[in-house]
């Protein structure tokens, strides 16, 4: 039986989420990841919006202030059909021998996508290791992954960051061992 990890990190807004998770990805050190991660859009200083990028390099606009139609929050449009199209598939458990799905972020952007709601479910009910951010306020899925009962949740300030992603790192640690001894 392969072991398995469940981490949830969330946090006010800048404190740092983003960044914790692409340093925990880097000191890793595993081979066998997917996921995506999320990064502001800025023009001049000014966000005007937010990409995703995935870990095999592949990038993409999320929401954006020019982005008209129905799935919106604040000023930002949100462009889910390409976030359905790019994203959404490589988080399916049955397509992959991945060992650490990693995704930044389970917020109010990613969840007007319904496929990406289902992918998330059926993520947090596998026996699959995950590395999530989440919003720190939310209801539906946002709430419903941190009541999971085997889920490790962290709240992340720029205070703790340091200190939290040497913890996710010890959690994740037979990940990067167990991809070293295939190696060898």
Same mark, same amino acid.
């Given at each position: 039986?392969?072991?398995?990890?469940?981490?949830?990190?969330?946090?006010?807004?800048?404190?740092?989420?983003?960044?914790?998770?692409?340093?925990?990805?880097?000191?890793?050190?595993?081979?066998?990841?997917?996921?995506?991660?999320?990064? /502001?859009?800025?023009?001049?200083? @000014? &966000?005007?919006? =937010?990409?995703?990028?995935?870990?095999?390099? %592949? $990038?993409?606009? *999320?929401?954006?202030?020019?982005?008209?139609?129905?799935?919106?929050?604040?000023?930002?449009?949100?462009?889910?059909?390409?976030?359905?199209?790019?994203?959404?598939?490589?988080?399916?458990?049955?397509?992959?021998?991945?060992?650490?799905?990693?995704?930044?972020?389970?917020?109010?952007?990613?969840?007007?996508? /319904?496929?990406?709601?289902?992918? @998330? &479910?059926?993520? =947090?009910?596998?026996?699959?290791?995950?590395? %999530? $951010?989440?919003? *720190?306020?939310?209801?539906?899925?946002?709430?419903?992954?941190?009541?999971?009962?085997?889920?490790?949740?962290?709240?992340?300030?720029?205070?703790?960051?340091?200190?939290?992603?040497?913890?996710?790192?010890?959690?994740?640690?037979?990940?990067?061992?167990?991809?070293?001894?295939?190696?060898?």
């Amino acid at each position: 039986m392969s072991r398995s990890a469940k981490i949830l990190l969330t946090g006010l807004p800048r404190s740092g989420k983003t960044t914790a998770v692409t340093q925990i990805i880097k000191n890793l050190n595993c081979e066998k990841m997917a996921g995506f991660y999320t990064q /502001e859009i800025r023009r001049g200083g @000014i &966000r005007k919006g =937010f990409s995703w990028r995935r870990l095999d390099g %592949a $990038t993409g606009t *999320l929401a954006h202030i020019d982005i008209k139609g129905p799935f919106r929050v604040g000023k930002y449009g949100v462009d889910v059909a390409s976030f359905e199209k790019s994203v959404v598939p490589i988080l399916d458990i049955e397509k992959t021998n991945t060992q650490l799905f990693v995704i930044d972020e389970i917020g109010k952007m990613e969840c007007f996508s /319904e496929k990406f709601v289902i992918a @998330i &479910r059926r993520l =947090f009910k596998s026996n699959k290791s995950i590395l %999530a $951010t989440v919003a *720190l306020k939310g209801s539906d899925l946002i709430s419903e992954v941190k009541n999971y009962s085997d889920t490790k949740l962290f709240n992340l300030t720029r205070h703790n960051r340091d200190k939290t992603i040497v913890e996710i790192l010890q959690a994740l640690s037979f990940l990067k061992k167990s991809s070293e001894l295939e190696n060898e």
